[in-house]
């Protein structure tokens, strides 16, 4: 919890609900009950605009970061000393493109530059932020919080998922079939993915996790399940629109005062 970059769960507490314990019972639908017209509204809402999102107000992202933090700030805590000048090119490049666009909408129309640029880049938004939700949004994901975060646990808490099949390998690289090893060795080189999952499959055993869900129909579940996780205890699950979890921690990891498990 402390250690994750982004899509970090909201808790009981951020999103108000009050505890379960001492025999209080919650009606969990006045905090969030929604139409399903509505929640998938706000479903295409975050495909669409949680990347700009993220990357401009860290939207979703580590909330012990400072309050501006984003990622076009070269000084940022989100960037070691290294990093900085990448950054500044980086603003540079993005710069440039936005001068690039105005003057492309002053020469061909605004019409044309939404149709054949602003639109296509909705939509590449969209893939980059259903890949990766999908990768780090499961109920059967743990999170962990203090001492019972380390670095294996952390970058075993991903799931790889059978993404479009073999249009999604060819396409995407094996980027959403392979991703749980990118974790472990973030610079290896992806066409060595389908090799070292197979070793890291064979020495992680269960904690490997692997989905052949459908995954639009993943990512309707997954929005609707993934509400938040307890203000308290060291291994977590994400709990439903009803506060129930699909996974419970170990008895030694959970919070024996509180009724909801």
């Known amino acids: 919890m402390e250690r994750d970059e982004v899509y970090v769960p909201k808790t009981r507490e951020d999103l108000r609900i009050p505890d379960e314990a001492h025999g209080h019972t919650i009606d969990y639908d006045e905090y969030l009950g929604d139409t399903p017209l509505y929640t998938l509204f706000m479903l295409m809402r975050q495909q669409v605009l949680a990347f700009p999102a993220y990357l401009l107000f860290n939207v979703s992202g580590q909330k012990t970061y400072p309050k501006w933090t984003n990622h076009f700030d070269p000084n940022s805590i ?74 294996q646990r952390g970058a075993a808490a991903t799931v790889d998922r059978n993404f479009l099949g073999w249009q999604g390998r060819f396409f995407l690289h094996d980027v959403a079939h392979y991703h749980v090893i990118h974790h472990f060795f973030p610079k290896m080189p992806f066409y060595h993915g389908p090799e070292a999952t197979q070793h890291l499959k064979a020495f992680i055993g269960d904690h490997y996790a692997y989905s052949e869900k459908p995954v639009f129909k993943a990512l309707w579940e997954s929005y609707n399940k993934c509400q938040f996780v307890e203000n308290e205890g060291d291994v977590l699950f994400y709990r439903d629109r009803n506060g129930q979890a699909v996974r419970r921690p170990a008895d030694q990891y959970r919070v024996k005062d509180t009724k909801a498990q």
Do not use: D
């Open 78 to 151: 989100l960037f070691t000393k290294a990093q900085r000048n990448a950054v500044i090119l980086s603003n540079i490049g993005i710069a440039f493109m936005v001068w690039a666009v105005t003057y492309a909408c002053s020469t061909f129309g605004a019409a044309n530059v939404i149709k054949y640029y602003g639109i296509p880049w909705l939509e590449v938004s969209h893939w980059f932020i259903m890949i990766t939700y999908l990768h780090h949004t499961s109920p059967e994901l743990p999170h962990y919080r203090g001492k019972e975060w380390n670095f």
